[in-house]
């Protein structure tokens, strides 16, 4: 399957604790985007990122959370001392890397975040 | 004011019924449209781009009017599968910048 691959599908963390979310994106894609979608809520941009670059953080919350996308393997989203609302689905997105804005993103199946 | 719009439904319909989706959008520099469809919060999946001539894949019709800022959906020949959450989503502008800017969804279910 070369499709976007994000691990782990679920992941339960507790209050304090340090949550990782990892993105592989498809294959010969080189943007990845997180989005986030909190329970009852719509799906949030977080972060647009180019390998070793960061294009878009803007719906990046400006504590604790943090992203990056190294020259060799997976984009890495990362939560420090998580709290409850941070529960949500986050989903992980990539598409080529050409100039058009109109490529359409092809997501993951999301890791399920739970905080107790 | 919401950047994407939708009204949340639900939309309940028998089999076989044509249905409608509206979304509104409040960036007029907005560059690209799509419709996505999400099952019961699993991973979104593409249905399809709207361009403004229109475009037709099968059973679905999306139409973009960009004077009026409005895309809408039209599923004809409803089936039982088409059950789920459709998502209104748009690119803010050209260039570089790609996010995904998420309408709230407009829940269909179809029923037999």
């Known amino acids: 399957n070369a499709g976007v691959m994000q691990n782990p599908r679920h992941l339960v963390r507790r209050r304090g604790q340090e949550a990782r979310l990892r993105c592989s994106p498809m294959k010969g894609h080189s943007h990845v985007y997180w989005y986030r979608q909190l329970p009852e809520e719509g799906l949030k941009f977080m972060v647009y990122l180019q390998k070793e670059n960061i294009i878009d953080e803007s719906g990046m919350p400006k504590e604790r959370f943090s992203a990056e996308f190294p020259k060799e393997g997976p984009s890495i989203l990362r939560i420090q001392q998580v709290v409850r609302g941070d529960s949500a689905a986050y989903f992980c997105a990539s598409s080529p890397g050409t100039s058009y804005s109109n490529q359409p993103q092809h997501f993951g199946d999301g890791t399920r975040l739970s905080i107790l | 004011r919401k950047e994407v719009e939708q009204d949340p439904g639900p939309f309940n319909v028998p089999e076989g019924a044509t249905v409608a989706f509206n979304c509104t959008y409040s960036n007029s520099a907005s560059q690209s449209f799509f419709w996505y469809r999400q099952d019961c919060r699993k991973e979104p999946k593409l249905l399809m781009s709207v361009y403004s001539s229109g475009n037709e894949d099968g059973r679905f019709t999306a139409q973009l009017n960009r004077a009026s800022q409005y895309i809408s959906l039209l599923i004809r020949d409803s089936k039982l599968s088409d059950s789920a959450t459709y998502l209104c989503?748009?690119?803010?502008?050209?260039?570089?910048?790609?996010?995904?800017?998420w309408g709230l969804g407009t829940s269909l279910a179809v029923n037999p």
């Open positions: 989503v748009v690119t803010p502008r050209a260039g570089n910048n790609r996010k995904l800017i």
